[in-house]
């Protein structure tokens, strides 16, 4: 039986299942010879198999990745190109990556000094910590901020963002009891891009079809329209009764 996903992976997957599958030679075979030598093990155990039983077993030959197969990772660490990734990069740094043109999502750390300086000798918070998110508008140049609370515990969050056609970057701040603020890290900006119809919202907003052309998928599973900042522009022309 030939595997139905075996070409779309990598050659590091394919070891990694010859591996598991006990081939002797796996590491001296490239990727075609891996193939074919997969293909073929699993096609003799098909032969073992009563064939009352053939089509009942499942054997999930069918993955995409190393923790699809057969749900272990021994001796992963072991193959070429596979290291485990560790827990802290004992550095602070703050990353942030756009989602979507209203979306961003943020992921940070803190070396061992910063958090030290956070959280003291006894592992308690010595005060608060927060995001400052920082727009920029590509247009005007103007320049506004927002903060958002955060946790000790926290590394990462996802952050609304206002507007399009503005860049942001984040800063990770510490505020210490007496008020003090300071910024431990801050992010390399990203950009988003004002949509035409952000600047063509009343042509939208007046053609019923052309509406529904560009906004039916934005509609959640419940039935509820999603936040948008179109759709916010498209409502307050029409609540001014333009039609």
Known sequence: MILINI???STTELQYIAQQEGLATWQSLDREELIDALEEAFED?????PAVLKGKINRNRYCNSLTDYRGTLQHINGLPGVEELPESYFDTSIHLLLRDPQWAYA???LSPSALHTVFGEEGELNGSLFLRVQETQLDTKEIKTFDISIKGEDSQWNINLPNM?????VDLCYRDQKGN???????KSV??????WQNNVEQLALDEDLFTIHFSSLVTKEGEIVDNAVLRDIAQVLSKGVL
Not at 45 to 49: G, L, P, T, V
Not at 181 to 187: D, G, K, R, T, V
């Open 7 to 9: 070409d779309s992976l």
């Open 45 to 49: 155990q098909d032969d073992e198999i």
């Open 107 to 109: 992921y940070w750390s």
């Open 165 to 169: 056609g503005s860049s942001y970057l």
């Open 181 to 187: 603020e300071m910024s431990l890290a801050q992010s």
């Open 191 to 196: 950009e988003t891009y004002p949509s035409y």
